[in-house]
C-alpha cells in the first residue's frame, strides 16, 4: 500500500469524480451536431467516452468538423447548459470540506475546459475551496499526456511526490504515472473494475468518501 503521509495537495479529476455532468455533456455534444445538420449519437455511446478530449469524440462518431464542433461544445457549456446540467456524486461536498479543513491544499486537472471546470463548481458551491484547475484548454495535450498534472504542480510550487491524482478514469492514472504522482483510483465511471486494476492505480476506493480513512 502507497504510504501517501507526504501529501501536501490533492488534485481531482471531475467528471464522475466530483460531478455528473453526462447530461450536459450529452446535451451540448448533441446540440452542437445537429446545428451542423449531423444526426444525433445514442447518450450511452457519449458517456462511454467520457474523460476523452470532446474534439476525439466528434471524430470518433463521424463529425465533419471536429475542431468547429468543440468549439460550439464549448461556448454551450461556457455559457452555462453544461452546470445547469451537473450534480455532485454522494459524499463530496462534505470530503472536499473535510480535507480542506485538514489543510489539504486542493486542485483540479481535467478534460474540460477551465472555464467549464470553474463555472460548474461555482453552481454547486464549491470553487471556493481550490486553489487551481487546469483544462484541457490549457495545455498542448490532455490526458493521459501529462501537461494538465504538470501545469497544476507548476502552479502551487508543489513536487510530483507531495501531490496525489484522484481520478476515475483509466487515463487519470496513466496521466498520473507519466507526471511521477501517485494516483487513488476511483470505481464507477465509464471504465470496469478490472480496466483499474490493471493499469495499477496505487489505491482504489469505492468514492470519494475512501479519502477520508486513506489519506
Not at 32 to 37: D, K, S, T, V
Not at 129 to 156: H, I, M, N, R
Request: hydrophobic share 45%; glycine share 8%; net charge negative.
Amino acid at each position: 500500500m502507497q504510504n501517501f503521509s507526504k501529501v501536501e495537495l490533492i488534485i481531482f479529476d471531475l467528471d464522475y469524480t466530483l460531478v455528473d455532468s453526462s447530461e450536459g455533456i450529452v446535451y451540448c455534444f448533441n446540440q452542437a451536431r445537429r446545428r451542423a445538420g449531423e444526426p444525433e449519437v445514442e447518450p450511452e455511446k457519449i458517456i462511454q467516452r467520457i474523460g476523452h478530449p470532446i474534439e476525439e469524440t466528434f471524430l470518433r462518431f463521424g463529425s465533419a468538423d471536429p475542431v468547429g464542433r468543440r468549439v460550439v461544445f464549448r461556448q454551450m457549456a461556457a455559457e452555462g447548459a453544461m452546470a445547469e446540467r451537473s450534480f455532485l456524486l454522494p459524499g463530496v461536498a462534505d470530503t472536499i470540506r473535510a480535507l480542506h479543513g485538514r489543510g489539504y491544499r486542493l486542485a483540479v486537472a481535467s478534460t474540460k475546459a477551465r472555464v467549464e471546470i470553474i463555472r460548474i463548481l461555482e453552481r454547486l458551491g464549491l470553487v471556493g475551496y481550490f486553489e487551481a484547475f487546469c483544462g484541457s484548454d490549457e495545455v498542448e495535450k490532455a490526458k493521459p499526456a501529462p501537461d494538465s498534472l504538470l501545469k497544476v504542480l507548476a502552479q502551487t510550487k508543489v513536487l510530483p511526490e507531495q501531490a496525489v491524482y484522484v481520478g476515475d478514469h483509466v487515463v487519470d492514472i496513466e496521466a498520473a504515472k507519466a507526471a511521477g504522482v501517485p494516483v487513488i483510483a476511483l470505481e464507477g465511471g465509464p471504465c470496469s473494475h478490472e480496466e483499474k486494476v490493471a493499469a495499477q492505480p496505487d489505491a482504489l476506493i469505492q468514492d470519494l468518501r475512501g479519502l477520508l480513512e486513506l489519506l
